[in-house]
Nanobody
Framework: QVQLVESGGGLVQPGGSLRLSCAASGIVLSIYRMAWYRQAPGKQRELVAAITSAIVTDYADSVKGRFTISRNNVKNTVYLQMNDLKPEDTAVYYC????????WGQGTQVTVSS
């Protein structure tokens, strides 16, 4: 059974940092394109950052220079380091694993507010 479990969300003040983790089980992470998506209330789910099996990364324009995606295939875990957080980053963040089939985590809430 495939599971993606996100952690690391929470409440942070503007300008603060959070590190999200996505622990995968039931799949060999190394062959998957991994990504973080987010969905704010009333908005569509959007791609935040992605990293391929060849460690090629891609970012939404709104997070470039502030967020960094990385992966540890030994630990079967993907990370999203988020710096200089803004209120507009508030959303539920979802981990995604894609290789012929898409898998999704349950999501973790990130709230940026003073």
């Amino acid at each position: 059974q495939v599971q993606l479990v996100e952690s690391g969300g929470g409440l942070v003040q503007p300008g603060g940092s959070l590190r999200l983790s996505c622990a995968a089980s039931g799949i060999v992470l190394s062959i998957y394109r991994m990504a973080w998506y987010r969905q704010a209330p009333g908005k569509q789910r959007e791609l935040v950052a992605a990293i391929t099996s060849a460690i090629v990364t891609d970012y939404a324009d709104s997070v470039k220079g502030r967020f960094t995606i990385s992966r540890n295939n030994v630990k079967n875990t993907v990370y999203l380091q988020m710096n200089d957080l803004k209120p507009e980053d508030t959303a539920v963040y979802y981990c995604n694993a894609a290789y012929r089939i898409n898998y999704w985590g349950q999501g973790t809430q990130v709230t940026v507010s003073s």
